[in-house]
């Protein structure tokens, strides 16, 4: 039986594990693109935030980890700090990190007067669980974010497919597939909070990007006792996820004053139905105005662009329409 601990998957000369990343990166851009569109949000305003996040989150993601790796004094890794195919990005630090800087893009840009932060935390952040999900198998690819011993009489070894079950023989003993598993929960719960509740908009905006933190925090607090190898600061972030998400949750869904318009639109004919199939429309209460006043703006502009103007020639006055 083949051990394979410390090899990393290569397709040709391109490693599984960045085109993983590469991967989940389109299908979490591709999601918020069709609940942006939805929005009738400007796309180019989402390209800027795709702009910011891409590298942010890279850069983020990097640094906990080397951090992480300074603790546990893994002195060899720090020195490759720039090595990311070699596996070893966190997942806090890259969300973190990126979403900061969208958030302080949408706060000064005059571009982002334009979005509800609170509709881009609920569009943006749930839409990086498929992300995380087809990313695990990156790490499945280089062997990485494994849990303990497994036994070959045991349940958990016995549903796993032989592909599955032939790479988790590392370290001379089968392990538990943990980046199977946390795939699994993102996957699902990117199904039930992206394709359901933002779907239907069932919450206020800015509760599901709330629910994606404290979600989470509880996968990662829960799973990281059982990783070989299990890292404090980890534990420590994942806490302040859960703190971090019960937080927006109350403060969005119940505290914040909902500055919008709501529209609930039957998804039925069947009056007793409506009640329970349904969609919800919230409409920025600011945004009219803003975009009152930008078309008044414009008007004005144009006004002084197509004032006439005199242009001499050959001691004529000709007048010039722009």
Not at 140 to 159: D, P, T, V
């Amino acid at each position: 039986m083949k051990d394979w601990s410390g090899v990393q998957l290569k397709v040709g000369p391109f490693y599984v594990y960045s085109l993983t990343m590469m991967i989940g990166m389109m299908a979490a851009i591709l999601t918020v693109w069709y609940f942006w569109k939805r929005e009738k949000y400007a796309l180019e305003t989402l390209g800027i935030l795709v702009f910011i996040a891409l590298p942010t989150a890279l850069v983020g993601a990097r640094i906990v980890f080397i951090i992480q790796q300074m603790i546990d004094k893994q002195w060899s890794t720090v020195k490759r700090f720039w090595a990311i195919w070699e596996g070893g990005l966190s997942i806090h630090g890259g969300v973190i990190t990126s979403t900061i800087c969208c958030v302080l893009f949408l706060l000064f840009s005059k571009q982002g007067k334009k979005i509800s932060i609170r509709k881009a935390m609920t569009i943006i952040l749930p839409a990086v669980l498929i992300g995380q999900a087809i990313g695990r198998w990156g790490n499945f690819a280089n062997h990485e974010i494994y849990g303990g011993i497994m036994s070959e009489n045991s349940l958990a070894f016995r549903i796993l497919s032989p592909l599955i079950r032939q790479h988790m023989y590392i370290g001379g003993k089968y392990r538990l597939p943990l980046f199977l598993y946390e795939s699994i929960a993102n996957l699902v719960a990117y199904v039930i909070i992206v394709w359901i509740l933002n779907l239907y908009n069932w919450l206020r905006p800015g509760t599901t990007g709330g629910i994606y933190v404290l979600y989470y925090g509880i996968i990662r607090l829960g799973m990281e006792p059982l990783r070989d190898g299990s890292y404090t600061i980890y534990k420590v972030i994942a806490s302040l996820y859960i703190v971090t998400g019960i937080a927006m949750i109350v403060l969005f869904e119940f505290v914040m004053k909902l500055n919008f318009n709501v529209y609930k639109i039957p998804l039925t004919k069947f009056e007793k139905l409506t009640n329970t199939f349904y969609f919800i429309v919230y409409e920025e209460k600011n945004r009219a105005l803003l975009e009152n006043e930008e078309w008044e703006e414009n008007k004005k502009k144009s006004k002084k662009n197509k004032k006439n103007k005199e242009i001499k020639i050959n001691n004529k006055n000709i007048e010039v329409l722009v």
